[in-house]
């Protein structure tokens, strides 16, 4: 069955995220200087972990307070999903705040993983990781109310930089 132009759009969207994820990942875990990274104990570990993870926080702190504040200020929504069928601002903004939140829920999984299971060397990608979580989210808000396409490099940068970071904590709990 050939592609939809929709799902060509998104193909190229997330094959160009993976390439970016794993290109900035990389550069991360060899390129970042190590100077600044922590020493090898476990309180330094967590907090680069926790520092990461503020970029994550950041997003999920917008999406709440965007579909609070349009719930506070449009009377058909005040009442909350639960109890009313939403206004469409309402929907994409709660759809919005759904994928950023399973996206941080990976991710703060991911990152605390990598934190205690990689070489002290090798801890550049969280940063990096950070970064490429922050630039996705930024891309996919910007890109949502446009369309699958339109949304979907910041979706999969956001989605790969953690699944790669993922596979690369397991590779270390086994190594």
């Avoid at 926790?50 to 965007?66: E, K, N, R, T, V």
């Avoid at 009313?84 to 309402?90: F, N, P, Q, R």
Wanted: hydrophobic residues 55%; proline residues 4%; charged residues 10%.
């Amino acid at each position: 069955m050939p592609l939809t132009a929709k799902q060509h759009g998104v193909m190229k969207g997330m094959i160009a995220a993976v390439i970016v994820a794993a290109t900035g990942l990389g550069l991360g875990a060899v390129q970042y200087p190590q100077d600044w990274l922590p020493d090898g104990s476990p309180q330094a570990r967590l907090t680069l972990a926790a520092q990461c993870l503020l970029a994550g926080a950041f997003w999920l702190l917008l999406s709440i307070g965007l579909l609070a504040r349009h719930r506070f200020f449009t009377p058909e929504d005040i009442d909350g999903s639960g109890l009313t069928s939403g206004t469409e601002k309402a929907k994409l903004l709660q759809a919005v705040l759904q994928n950023t939140l399973e996206q941080n829920t990976l991710a703060a999984l991911t990152y605390i993983a990598f934190a205690a299971l990689a070489p002290a060397g090798y801890l550049g990608a969280l940063p990096a990781a950070a970064l490429l979580f922050w630039c996705g989210r930024a891309l996919f808000w910007n890109g949502y109310e446009k369309g699958a396409a339109a949304r979907a490099f910041g979706f999969a940068l956001t989605f790969y930089s953690t699944v790669l970071l993922f596979l690369a904590a397991l590779a270390f709990s086994f190594f």
